[in-house]
């Protein structure tokens, strides 16, 4: 439809001389917030909110023509709008900006949303390239959005074991009750308008790659051309005397917090590991269960991955919600009736009482239905790639948790790191390089966990740290950490002092090195946080 001239509205949001280069200014038109940001003399306007959960990018970290979310580190270009980093699918608006008479004027048209979903192509009927991608989350759905917009025209088939199209898995061990409609990724409208097909409820068991082809557990099998296996990784069971109970739950897929929820709410859980997942599950269920116990084997949560003083922390946010631990503990026995769980015993004899018991231990990569494959794997059976997501196999690639890749902010060091925003990284490089389009992952790490309505926010890779700096205060939860390595910065964490893990997310980004000397340093304007 031809665009008229009353579909736009063009306001004076401020004084050239307002902004200097380097900053941005939240501003509005026709009462549509927009950010306005001034780079090399240069005015532009994108959307003022993040298209992963509705953050406000005033408060986030500038760098350049890029903005950097405050709440969970997606990356906008503030030229284009385009989504350069993840969480999140969908690019920002842009809008026209004109500096007259020192005046800066934006104009908005009415018809633009707050959120952009870039261009896409579709299937071309007589192309007969096929791209299977085995799993249903972030990485596979990444992957196909970009092949589609990159014009790749050819058929895209995600298979997934899960009942639902891919959901923001995410929010299922913080709202255990949120209906899945709610969390969706995208549409099966949006879906089938780009031509990307989802197989649910598929199992793939065996992959040949010198006939190009998957079996599924139904017997049947499917062709490929280019494979992205994505199957990301489940959660360990545990190996003690009743735990294949009824009522002991792992906590993976939507049916499976569902059902932890309509179990726990107002009786007795008692959840296994201080994991990201086990406490999020706890906080959750404070409020709804009629008692939680956590068991764990550190003296406090997190103490490897966040340290002492953090984990006491959290510890203590919980406590105060009457959730009880019993730490340097573990499970001897499940004891239950009629093949329901009745009670825990701990390792020291600990009797705790229970009427749900969930499992959070650990996490095994997804890649057993490659045994006897050529697809090579590491001693933890993760899939191993190359900076490009290529397997040893020149069309098989591999992304998300399932995969081990070479992390560039540490020396392209081999690891396997369990984060929604990388997988979805995985998942776009991983089908820019099955373009032929030769694209290296460059992704910094991005975490974070919510605890009571706070959020921890988390960088880098923290694996060997040696020493940890703080700024502000733990015990007031209000704190920035940064984990040192031989005098170097390696990972920031943070608790109510945003935007500052997004500015650190920004500089490790740019392969500059941040020193133990200015971690400790008093004056930290080398944050750029103003």
């Given at each position: 439809?031809?665009q008229?001239e009353?579909?736009?509205v063009?306001?004076?949001?401020?004084l050239?001389?307002?902004?200097?280069?380097?900053q941005?200014?939240?501003?509005?038109v026709?009462h549509?917030?927009?950010?306005?940001?001034?780079?090399?003399?240069?005015?532009s306007?994108?959307?003022?909110l993040?298209t992963?959960?509705?953050?406000?990018?005033?408060?986030?970290?500038?760098?350049?023509?890029?903005?950097?979310?405050p709440?969970?580190?997606?990356c906008?270009?503030?030229?284009?709008g385009?989504i350069?980093?993840?969480p999140?699918?969908?690019?920002?608006?842009?809008?026209?900006v004109?500096?007259?008479?020192?005046k800066?004027?934006?104009?908005?048209?009415?018809?633009?949303?707050?959120?952009?979903?870039?261009?896409?192509?579709?299937?071309?009927?007589?192309?007969?390239?096929?791209?299977?991608?085995?799993?249903?989350?972030?990485?596979?759905?990444?992957?196909a959005e970009?092949?589609?917009?990159?014009d790749y025209?050819g058929?895209?088939?995600m298979?997934?074991?899960?009942e639902?199209?891919?959901?923001?898995?995410?929010?299922l061990?913080?709202?255990?009750?949120?209906e899945?409609?709610?969390?969706?990724l995208?549409?099966?409208?949006f879906?089938?308008?780009?031509?990307?097909?989802?197989?649910t409820?598929?199992?793939?068991?065996s992959?040949?790659?010198?006939?190009h082809?998957?079996s599924f557990?139904?017997?049947?099998?499917?062709?490929y051309?280019?494979?992205?296996?994505?199957?990301?990784?489940?959660a360990?069971?545990?190996?003690?005397p009743?735990?294949?109970?009824?009522?002991?739950?792992l906590?993976?897929?939507?049916k499976?917090?569902?059902?932890?929820?309509?179990?726990?709410?107002g009786?007795r859980?008692?959840?296994?590991?201080?994991?990201?997942?086990?406490m999020?599950?706890?906080?959750?269920?404070?409020d709804?269960?009629?008692?939680?116990?956590?068991?764990?084997k550190?003296?406090?949560?997190?103490q490897?991955?966040?340290?002492?003083d953090i984990?006491?922390m959290?510890?203590q946010?919980?406590?105060e919600?009457y959730?009880?631990?019993?730490m340097?503990?573990?499970?001897?026995?499940?004891?239950?009736e009629?093949?329901?769980v009745?009670?825990?015993?701990?390792q020291n004899?600990e009797?705790?009482?229970a009427?749900?018991?969930?499992?959070?231990?650990g996490v095994?990569?997804?890649?057993?239905?490659?045994?006897g494959?050529m697809?090579e794997?590491?001693?933890?059976?993760?899939?191993?790639?190359?900076?490009?997501?290529?397997?040893n196999?020149?069309?098989v690639?591999a992304?998300?948790?399932?995969?081990s890749?070479?992390?560039?902010?540490?020396?392209?060091?081999r690891?396997?790191?369990?984060?929604?925003?990388?997988?979805q990284?995985?998942?776009?490089?991983?089908?820019l390089n099955?373009?032929?389009?030769?694209?290296?992952l460059?992704s910094?790490?991005?975490?974070w966990t919510?605890?009571l309505?706070?959020?921890i926010?988390?960088?880098g890779y923290?694996?060997?740290?040696?020493?940890?700096?703080f700024?502000?205060s733990?015990d007031?939860?209000?704190f920035l950490?940064?984990?040192?390595?031989?005098?170097?910065?390696?990972?920031?964490a943070?608790?109510n002092f945003?935007?500052?893990?997004?500015?650190?997310?920004?500089?490790?980004?740019?392969?500059k090195n941040?020193?133990?000397l200015?971690a400790?340093?008093?004056?930290?304007?080398?944050?750029?946080?103003?």
């Amino acid at each position: 439809m031809a665009q008229t001239e009353c579909d736009e509205v063009t306001e004076v949001v401020c004084l050239e001389s307002e902004l200097q280069d380097g900053q941005m200014k939240e501003v509005e038109v026709d009462h549509q917030k927009m950010l306005l940001v001034r780079n090399e003399g240069q005015f532009s306007a994108v959307g003022a909110l993040c298209t992963h959960y509705g953050a406000p990018l005033i408060k986030g970290a500038l760098m350049g023509n890029r903005v950097r979310c405050p709440w969970h580190g997606a990356c906008f270009n503030t030229k284009t709008g385009d989504i350069e980093e993840f969480p999140g699918l969908d690019s920002l608006p842009t809008y026209k900006v004109k500096v007259e008479n020192g005046k800066v004027h934006v104009t908005r048209n009415k018809k633009i949303l707050t959120k952009r979903v870039k261009e896409m192509s579709c299937r071309v009927p007589g192309v007969c390239h096929a791209i299977l991608l085995i799993g249903g989350g972030p990485a596979s759905l990444q992957c196909a959005e970009t092949l589609r917009q990159n014009d790749y025209q050819g058929r895209i088939i995600m298979v997934t074991k899960d009942e639902q199209l891919p959901l923001d898995k995410t929010k299922l061990s913080k709202a255990m009750n949120i209906e899945s409609e709610k969390i969706l990724l995208r549409s099966s409208d949006f879906l089938k308008q780009h031509g990307i097909e989802v197989w649910t409820e598929k199992e793939v068991v065996s992959i040949d790659t010198e006939e190009h082809t998957v079996s599924f557990h139904d017997g049947n099998t499917q062709h490929y051309n280019q494979l992205l296996i994505a199957t990301g990784a489940r959660a360990r069971r545990m190996q003690c005397p009743g735990a294949e109970l009824e009522n002991v739950k792992l906590l993976q897929s939507y049916k499976d917090a569902a059902e932890i929820y309509q179990m726990s709410v107002g009786n007795r859980v008692v959840i296994i590991g201080t994991s990201f997942i086990g406490m999020e599950a706890a906080a959750f269920l404070s409020d709804k269960a009629a008692n939680v116990a956590v068991v764990g084997k550190s003296d406090v949560p997190y103490q490897f991955s966040l340290g002492p003083d953090i984990g006491k922390m959290t510890m203590q946010m919980l406590e105060e919600k009457y959730v009880r631990f019993f730490m340097n503990n573990g499970v001897a026995e499940i004891q239950g009736e009629n093949g329901k769980v009745k009670q825990v015993i701990l390792q020291n004899g600990e009797v705790l009482p229970a009427d749900v018991v969930i499992v959070g231990i650990g996490v095994i990569p997804n890649s057993d239905f490659l045994k006897g494959s050529m697809v090579e794997v590491d001693s933890r059976n993760a899939i191993i790639v190359d900076k490009f997501m290529r397997t040893n196999n020149p069309d098989v690639f591999a992304a998300g948790d399932v995969a081990s890749f070479p992390l560039s902010i540490r020396a392209d060091k081999r690891v396997n790191i369990g984060h929604w925003q990388l997988a979805q990284a995985h998942g776009r490089v991983a089908a820019l390089n099955m373009l032929k389009k030769q694209t290296e992952l460059h992704s910094v790490p991005y975490f974070w966990t919510v605890l009571l309505g706070k959020s921890i926010r988390y960088t880098g890779y923290g694996e060997g740290y040696t020493d940890i700096v703080f700024k502000g205060s733990v015990d007031e939860r209000k704190f920035l950490a940064f984990y040192i390595k031989a005098d170097e910065v390696i990972a920031a964490a943070s608790l109510n002092f945003d935007p500052t893990v997004s500015r650190v997310a920004e500089i490790m980004a740019t392969g500059k090195n941040i020193t133990k000397l200015e971690a400790e340093s008093e004056d930290l304007g080398w944050l750029q946080l103003t």
